[in-house]
């Protein structure tokens, strides 16, 4: 089975682009992000190649489940869970999605305000 869409992100899983890789399964890749929007934002990424939430179906729910428990696990890692932080997944237009492979942003390590913007 080949991995990764057109993407960029699918060309960090090829390992055509550089990134800073945090944490990696056989289903599941972390990177830090490239434009931080806290001291720590790190994007969780399905290696199947999957455009959001969306368009995620039954089938999914293996590799959506391996999402969320990386997702902890790395806050694990990162030093996060005392002082919590906030996982955030954008979709299309109105959530501002800009990269059309599934990814769940970790952010955390300062006080995040809500609403967002
Ligand atoms: P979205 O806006 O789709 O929710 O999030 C896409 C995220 O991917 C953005 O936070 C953006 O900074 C990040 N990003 C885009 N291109 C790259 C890249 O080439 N490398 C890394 N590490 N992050 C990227």
Do not use: C
């Not at 800073?20 to 992000?33: K, N």
């Not at 994007?43 to 089938?59: D, G, M, N, Q, R």
């Not at 919590?84 to 501002?96: D, L, P, Q, S």
């Amino acid at each position: 089975m080949s991995h990764g869409g057109d993407t960029i992100f699918g060309k960090i899983i090829r390992r055509e682009i550089p990134a800073t890789i945090v944490y990696e399964t056989e289903s599941v890749l972390a990177f830090r992000d490239i434009a931080p929007q806290a001291p720590t934002h790190i994007v969780v990424i399905p290696k199947e190649p999957i455009v959001s939430l969306a368009h995620s179906t039954p089938e999914h729910r293996g590799v959506l489940g391996d999402l969320m428990l990386a997702v902890a696990e790395i806050a694990r890692q990162e030093g996060l869970e005392d002082g919590g932080y906030r996982v955030v997944t954008n979709i299309g237009r109105h959530g501002g999605q800009t990269v059309f492979h599934l990814h769940l942003h970790l952010l955390g390590g300062r006080d995040l305000s809500w609403p967002p913007g």
